[in-house]
């Protein structure tokens, strides 16, 4: 059982990486012709956004009016509360 919750709190961490890269990437994809760059975006969008949607229907009436996007935070808290039941 040590090593399944070790296997999986190894794979919240990369996922989180992926959030935090998913979250840098959206401030210059835009400002970028560089189609690696646009690639991996697109790749970790596909993976982060599914997660992503939920928590933006949820918070997004009460930020609607800021234009910062906090559910990368809210998940990232998440992430790291069910990796402390691990």
Do not use: C, H
């Not at 690696?36 to 956004?49: G, R, T």
């Amino acid at each position: 059982m040590d090593l399944l919750a070790y296997i999986l709190k190894n794979l919240l961490n990369l996922y989180m990486l992926v959030v935090i890269l998913n979250v840098i990437l959206s401030w210059v994809v835009f400002g970028t012709r560089n189609s690696v760059i646009i690639e991996i975006y697109k790749v970790s969008s596909q993976l982060v956004d599914p997660l992503l949607q939920p928590i933006r229907s949820v918070i997004n009436p009460i930020t609607r009016n800021i234009g910062i996007d906090f559910s990368p935070i809210v998940l990232i808290v998440l992430l790291n509360i069910l990796e402390s039941w691990l």
